[in-house]
């Protein structure tokens, strides 16, 4: 059975358009055509400083496929776009982060999902809120509406943290 898939693509580096284009391309020929697609934002770089600034989107697909092929197509597109250093703060063209599955709860050394903080990053949760505000955090059964809220009034991130805690 199909279930919503939110993916959200970054990048800081090169034509940082054309990089998530071509990624939603890519993406789009894996899985589908996308049922929701956010606007672009650009946001200062999280969690480092002196990188250049990211431009961001999260994309709604529906598919049957398992989260671990889901999460490999993401990393074969990465690597495509010439992605490197998975999992370092380096800035880079392109990063593709597999956000939800449905109401999926995995966990893995390499894989998790939800991503596991999702709920502290505002450059996710404002497109995702964009496109599906009431989507459901399977853990913290609280919407990307509430939890942008929360986030933006200026909630402490251990507490926001401490939701999934």
């Given at each position: 059975?199909?279930r919503?898939?939110?993916i959200s693509l970054?990048?800081?580096?090169?034509?940082?358009?054309?990089f998530?284009?071509?990624?939603?391309?890519r993406?789009?020929r894996?899985?589908?055509?996308?049922?929701?697609?956010?606007?672009?934002?650009e946001t200062?770089?999280?969690?480092?400083?002196n990188?250049?600034?990211?431009?961001?989107?999260?994309?709604?697909f529906e598919?049957?496929?398992?989260?671990?092929?889901?999460?490999?197509?993401?990393?074969?597109v990465e690597d495509q776009?010439?992605?490197?250093?998975?999992?370092?703060?380096?800035?880079?063209?392109i990063?593709?982060?597999l956000?939800a599955?449905g109401?999926e709860?995995?966990?893995h050394?390499?894989?998790?999902?939800p991503?596991?903080?999702m709920?502290?990053?505002?450059f996710?949760?404002e497109?995702?809120?964009?496109?599906?505000p009431?989507?459901?955090?399977?853990?913290?059964g609280?919407?990307a509406?509430?939890l942008?809220?929360k986030?933006?009034?200026?909630?402490?991130s251990t507490?926001?943290q401490?939701?999934i805690?």
């Amino acid at each position: 059975m199909n279930r919503p898939v939110l993916i959200s693509l970054g990048s800081n580096l090169g034509d940082r358009f054309q990089f998530l284009q071509q990624a939603q391309t890519r993406l789009s020929r894996l899985l589908g055509k996308p049922f929701a697609v956010s606007t672009i934002r650009e946001t200062a770089a999280f969690g480092v400083e002196n990188h250049p600034p990211y431009l961001n989107q999260v994309l709604g697909f529906e598919t049957t496929l398992p989260a671990r092929q889901i999460f490999e197509h993401c990393v074969m597109v990465e690597d495509q776009l010439g992605r490197d250093g998975k999992g370092q703060l380096l800035p880079r063209t392109i990063d593709i982060d597999l956000l939800a599955c449905g109401d999926e709860i995995f966990r893995h050394p390499d894989l998790q999902i939800p991503h596991p903080s999702m709920h502290l990053r505002k450059f996710v949760l404002e497109p995702l809120e964009e496109i599906m505000p009431g989507w459901e955090h399977p853990l913290l059964g609280l919407n990307a509406h509430y939890l942008l809220h929360k986030l933006s009034s200026g909630s402490d991130s251990t507490d926001m943290q401490s939701l999934i805690e």
